[in-house]
């Protein structure tokens, strides 16, 4: 079994942040160095047409041709407002344990903000955030941002950094971060506090994936 890793998401902002993330899960939480190759980094498995219903179609049909994947694991992510998608994808994966269903309470952005250090690092307003701004409110919690692109897109305007505001989702913003702040630093117990439930038990069980497929493979990776 190879050490690749595949993911599926509802769009191409999580298919920026999600490889780095999975990275330091594996360092920090699992105790392995993944990716080892360049090959092993995470394969994205497209889906033709944005959104939660193409995911569940996607996922059901990996599930039919898993004899033809070696994948040491499969990751699967979708936001909160997709309780119905979410019930089938587990039904569709409840008898591989190569499947790992994270759900981001509203949005992938949520876990971004929960990176507090690197979110201000990077926008530059590590010292100069201000007060009036949604992500200064003092019981900020990135979990319960109802809308976290707002809160996104509100940090680049209050920013001098920018040429730009993120809007509705800028993926060469997601990229920069993904490279510059989470591939080597990432947060991961800041972003589990800010989200306790959506990322806080994708990391649990990631790190139990990760665990598993080394243990299918009868190596450390």
Known sequence: MSTRVGIIAEGPIDYALLPPLLSRISHEKAGFQWP????????ILYIRKRGHGRVVETVRKLVRALAHYDHALFVIVLDRRTRAAQNQVRRLIS???RFVLGVASEEIE???LG???????WSELTHSLPPDCRYAEPHYKAERDKTP???????TRVSDRFEHTY???NLDMAREFAEDHWRDHARLDDIAAQCPKGFG?????????????????????
């Open 167 to 169: 809007g509705e989702g």
């Open 115 to 121: 990176d507090r250090e690197n979110t201000l690092a």
């Open 149 to 155: 692109k707002k809160t996104m897109d509100e940090l």
């Open 95 to 97: 008898r591989d344990d």
């Open 201 to 221: 038990r994708f990391q649990r069980e990631v790190t139990s994936g990760f665990r598993r497929a080394k243990a299918r493979a009868g190596r450390l990776f």
């Open 36 to 43: 080892l190759e360049p090959e092993d980094m995470a394969e």
């Open 110 to 112: 949520a876990w971004w």
